[in-house]
């Protein structure tokens, strides 16, 4: 396509300002691409709306606030590294980034001499670290993928382990279950709804389905 420049000199024509109108809810936040279960990679554009709803849910229901030490591990093409930024930097706590991947004992050493306190880890890069204990880590998120059991009991014992779910469409994260002992070694559930958010499990006629018959997943809601 062709780019056309404006070289003319400004005037009074030619606005100072930034042109945008006053940001707004609503307004997009950032774009990022998925290819949720398609393949077919798609940009999905966020709104401010969604995430700010978001970063409070995980400030309120994690604990994250001054004082708290959240890990950056996540890839940015993964929209659960933003999730991780906004958790930390709006609610005051500290964002501590490592300067290269880490995983299995190396991301367990980066997690133990840094005093995490808050880390958000699929559960592929948690089942390589070596079990150990980790005082500092008092919240700990896991998603995107199931949980194997084992490691679904060491790591949330003692701590607040939470397994989130959501598409990218919904703003990262739409449900979230906490993962503790009377799981047992059956699979972890979405749980229940972030905040202001609802969820309907509904058939093809968009009609809810009773208990224990499968549907769709509708999401409502700022997200």
């Not at 100072?16 to 279960?37: E, K, R, V």
Request: with cysteine; aromatic share 6%.
């Amino acid at each position: 396509p062709l780019l056309t420049l404006d070289t003319h000199p400004r005037n009074h024509h030619h606005p100072t300002h930034n042109p945008t109108p006053a940001l707004h809810p609503a307004h997009p936040a950032y774009l990022i691409y998925t290819s949720g279960s398609t393949g077919r990679p798609k940009a999905v554009v966020v709104s401010h709306r969604g995430l700010a709803n978001l970063s409070e849910h995980q400030r309120v229901r994690l604990g994250a606030g001054p004082g708290c030490r959240v890990s950056q591990l996540v890839s940015l093409s993964f929209d659960a590294s933003v999730a991780e930024l906004c958790m930390a930097l709006l609610s005051g706590a500290c964002l501590v980034l490592p300067d290269r991947s880490l995983v299995g004992e190396e991301l367990g050493d980066f997690l133990a001499d840094r005093a995490i306190s808050h880390a958000h880890l699929p559960p592929a890069l948690l089942a390589g670290i070596p079990f150990r204990p980790l005082p500092a880590l008092r919240s700990l998120m896991v998603g995107a993928e199931a949980c194997p059991p084992d490691v679904r009991a060491f790591w949330s014992a003692g701590r607040l382990m939470v397994n989130a779910y959501g598409p990218t469409e919904a703003t990262v994260d739409s449900c979230f279950a906490v993962c503790g002992p009377e799981l047992g070694t059956g699979p972890a559930p979405i749980g229940r709804p972030v905040f202001n958010t609802r969820v309907y499990v509904l058939d093809e006629a968009l009609r809810p389905v009773v208990p224990g018959v499968p549907g769709e997943l509708y999401i409502a809601g700022p997200g």
